[in-house]
């Protein structure tokens, strides 16, 4: 049976995982999801390939039932769809977990934004189109086209590979039914799991039983709501749902001096294996690895983890992706994982 949320005088009610699954109804296209989940897992064990599970882009909180309204969480998805495809190219299987319509994987290059892919698309009044001789063809302005044919060609082989899965959430309600399902899942690859959580994840939210039916109406004056805590979701991930995993949760921080502190207190509670620190404005360019020190008897202990910069220049490389580098390292450390287990 669910135990009800605990009064907090500070913040509200606060949910324990166990009280959250109880109360919230689960996302319509959750068992669909699940059985995609399944059959690529299979897949990828008999093939004997280490499975990634990226998550990537800012979930909502809606405000309404008839949603007109919702508070956002901070994130284009860029580290997330660049890592998944650093991981695909050190041979990992990725289900990427994403906001629907942040960016993902290939197509993050021509996003409509920064790089439209419209304006590098010609029109060739000379020739014809193979398929209609009425229309004339179309071409690739040259100098995007070596860009083009790397990245489709990849994009291509990882389709015929059938070694990346792509799954959506919006609310922060999708995400946590899905992450518990699908790390529920992935447990079965025991160590030959990787959980990269780069999304970033609403600590607040309304449960569906406080939510207003209707647009919420103004006229009133000034609105009030008060939110209930989001149970942190990586309590139960580490400890229950997959214990073999090698888990990377990802802290970001606006002022820098409590990077370092929120990432030791995400390890102390949590006590899986590695937090990347990242500050808002630095967060292309400079990255830190907060893991337990291996030889630490007490991971409770402050100096009980150790601190490993990476960063890269900017200015001598405009094209370099920390990515590239971040998931060097951590596929380094998961073979470590892997080679410890006893
Ligand atoms: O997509 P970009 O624009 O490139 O930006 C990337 C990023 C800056 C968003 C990314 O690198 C990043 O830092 N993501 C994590 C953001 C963050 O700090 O989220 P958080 O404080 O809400 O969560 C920290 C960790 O706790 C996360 O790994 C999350 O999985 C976990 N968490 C969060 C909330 C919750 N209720 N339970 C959790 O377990």
Redesign the pocket.
Known sequence: MATSPQADGESGTVFSAETYFATQPPPSSLEQDVARVKEFLQRQLQDGRKVVLV????TTVPLELNVVRFLD??????????SAEYFLKAGYAVIFMHRQF??QPFSRHYSHSTHPFLDFLEIDESSQSATSASSPRITVRPSEEPQLVEVLSTYKAVHRAGTLLTLNFVT?NDY?WL?RAVSQEMSILGRSCLYY???????FFLPRQKMSVHKIQSGKGSLHIEMDQ??????P?VAEWTREGFIV?????TDPNLLLPKACQ?LAR?GHQV??G?D?HR?KFE?VFVSPKSSSSSASQPSAYEESWLRIDLNKDPHKEIEEDIVAELVKRHEGWIRNAT
Do not use: C, M, Q
Not at 55 to 58: A, K, Y
Not at 249 to 253: A, C, I, R
């Open positions: 998550t990537s882009g800012g969480n901070f994130s284009a998805g860029t580290r997330g769809a660049t942040s960016l922060v946590l992450l959580l780069a999304a970033a994840v609403s600590d989001v149970p942190k979701i990586l309590k991930l949760s990802f802290k970001l921080e995400a949590y937090v990347i990242n808002l967060r990255v």
